[in-house]
């Protein structure tokens, strides 16, 4: 079918794909450097995710600095339909003759200047996050709420750091950063103590977030459990929902890998947007324990974007992708997890949302049903394909020649 065949079949259920293909093409997302090179960073090559993080696989290739990362990203992008910002993480400092390394404490934004000049030669807007793992200082798993005040004093001012980077980067590009704490402190087995910790985190949160950032849209993401920290997350949900409720210009990020395997996300979108701003997400699938595979074109990642789209909150639903997988080809792996989100979206921008409310308003939940369901098979393809030909990238399975290609010239010479 044509794109004017399938423009004219979701007319019939009116559906304006023009305006779905507008409104796709506007909405930036914010992809993850570290897909790049399994989280490792550049401030101890010899480092690596660990503490309640885990990436696993051994695909050769990996990002190993700056020059790397950033052609494997520019590779990958150039397959990504839509706007896009970078999502950065404090490990990945440049560090130059000029500019040698200090510890996480001690980073400025001088560290991260090369990355903001990156961003503008190429058109990309920046998130950011401290590095809260990873790291000597980490003591049994913990940090904002370790029971050491040393350890303690050590990622605050990490935080602070970071959040001072993120305002920089936010004077520099004229625009709002997202500044993301995201910690691993829980503990394995049943805690003696759960309050402590949590109040030693409400007063390091406090002290972190006491400077005004006004270019900064601060984040705490939740978490229920990792491997290793099986028993208690001090950073939970109703932890941050709270302490985001409780504080102005803190939101609580919300992964759709950190919950209950039977919770999703997508349900709790439209209770924050009720009280929040903004509402910033990590999109990335959940397998069981693991919260942070490729993004795949599946019904959660759908029903994320339909509640963004009908609930009209493009603007206040922030999306960061969130993944690593260090089993297949990188490069891929970005652009099959971006191009699965954008689809999704394009996707949710095509549903017949005004006649389901109504359906589902005047108590019509046969109609809303039946609707639900025949819109899965209107010729969306068709859209798809006219989407990524006018943002200029590939439609079909073609891109992952270009990607062997890089994989066989650049990757495997690594
Ligand atoms: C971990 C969190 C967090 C990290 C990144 C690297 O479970 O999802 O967002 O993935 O900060
Ligand atoms: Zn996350």
Redesign the pocket.
Known sequence: MSYSEAKAAYAAYGIDTEAALAKCAAKPISLHCWQGDDVVGFDNPEGGAGNGLAVTGNYPGRGRNFEELKADFLQAIRLIPGKKRINLHACYAVFTEENPWVDRDKLEYKHFAPWVAFAKENGLGIDFNPTVFSHPMMKDGLSLSSPDAAVRRFWIDHCIASRRIAQKIGEAMGDKVEN?V?IPDGYKDTPADRLGPRQRLKDALDEIFAEECPNVIDCV?S?FFAVGVESYTTGSNEFYTAYAASHKNVYN?M????YHPSESISDKISAMLLYFEYVPL?V?RGVNWD??HVVSFDDETKEICKEIVRNNALDRVLV?L?FFDASINRVAAWVIGARNFEKALLFALLQPDAELIAMQNAGDFTGRLMLQEEAKTLPFADVWAEYCARTGVPAGKGWYQTVKQYEKEVLLGR
């Open positions: 993301n995201w993401e978490k990020l992964d759709a890998g950190h990590h990335t919260s942070d960061g969130d």
